[in-house]
């Protein structure tokens, strides 16, 4: 009976171990099947980086097909290992059912360039391999300022269609002759 006491108490003390605290779990709420703090995304093709979204949070759909990152949602987007565009806006929202990406509120694109391109919000239409802005755009380049009701940024055909009240004003290199 002591010898059975004894094997009790040694399993007891190895079940009831210190553990190292891991990771406090994600919060749920009633509208998200997931709420985490502090994300960062990196998304790569073939090895190579594509993509970095770092945001404050992230809540993800309780059908999972949602995944929204707000609080200060930035990214780095890459083009053959090198960054191409820095993207701001007040949320992100990945649609995980057809990869369509919707950025709304203060959206901000800048380049290593210098040109900076704000909107109050855009969609990336994977489909169509089409990136819309359809409330309005501006863009700044160093004499250059351009804005449209509209603009639709067709990647499979390298063009980009500015809709509605387009203005381009523009400084030519040693003024007006």
Known sequence: MLVAAAIGLLLARQAWRVR??????????????ADVHGATLVLRHQGQKRAEVHAGRV????????????????????????VALHVRADEFVVDRQTNNLKARGHLVLTSPQGFQLTAPEAVWVTAQQQLVFPAGIEVRAKDTVIQ????????GLQSLLLEGGVDITFRLAGGIP
């Open 20 to 33: 190292p605290v891991s990771p406090p779990t994600p919060t749920v709420s009633l509208s998200a099947a």
């Open 148 to 155: 449209a009701a509209r603009l639709v940024v067709d990647v």
């Open 59 to 82: 809540e993800v759909s309780r059908d999972l097909r949602f995944a929204t990152f707000k609080d200060g949602p930035r990214a780095t987007l890459y083009d053959r290992g090198r």
